[in-house]
Nanobody, 128 residues
Framework: QVQLVDSGGGSVQAGGSLRLSCVAS????????LAWFRQAPGKEREAVVA????????EYNASLMGRFTVSQPDAKNRMYLQMNNLQPEDTAMYYC?????????????????????WGRGTQVTVSS
């Protein structure tokens, strides 16, 4: 059974940084892909980045690339999202997700419908 535990959110002022963590259990490293999504109140869920742990490949939401960086420095079942120069529009609930799909074929890797398992979310609030 896949379980995802996401954490690390908090409240920061504009220009600040946060590092989110996701610990995944029950995943198959060659089959499962990981991702970070976010959802602000009244808005649709938005992809931040998708990650293929086994292949060490990533795909970012182009509008966020440069400020947000995903990494797996210690274990393939742990994923971090470093967020720098945060702005009020980054305020949202951030979710870790896992899905089993072919990284190289099919639809968008950033499509939330390709992910079957979700963490509970961690709140990020950025004040101006």
């Amino acid at each position: 059974q896949v379980q995802l535990v996401d954490s690390g959110g908090g409240s920061v002022q504009a220009g600040g940084s946060l590092r989110l963590s996701c610990v995944a259990s029950g995943i198959h490293y060659n089959d499962d892909k990981l991702a970070w999504f976010r959802q602000a109140p009244g808005k649709e869920r938005e992809a931040v980045v998708a990650l293929y742990p086994y292949g060490d490949q990533t795909e970012y939401n182009a509008s966020l690339m440069g400020r947000f960086t995903v990494s797996q420095p210690d274990a393939k079942n742990r994923m971090y999202l470093q967020m720098n120069n945060l702005q009020p529009e980054d305020t949202a609930m951030y979710y870790c997700a896992a899905g089993e799909f072919n990284w190289y074929v099919g639809g968008s890797r950033l499509d939330h419908r390709r992910y079957d398992h979700w963490g509970r979310g961690t709140q990020v609030t950025v004040s101006s």
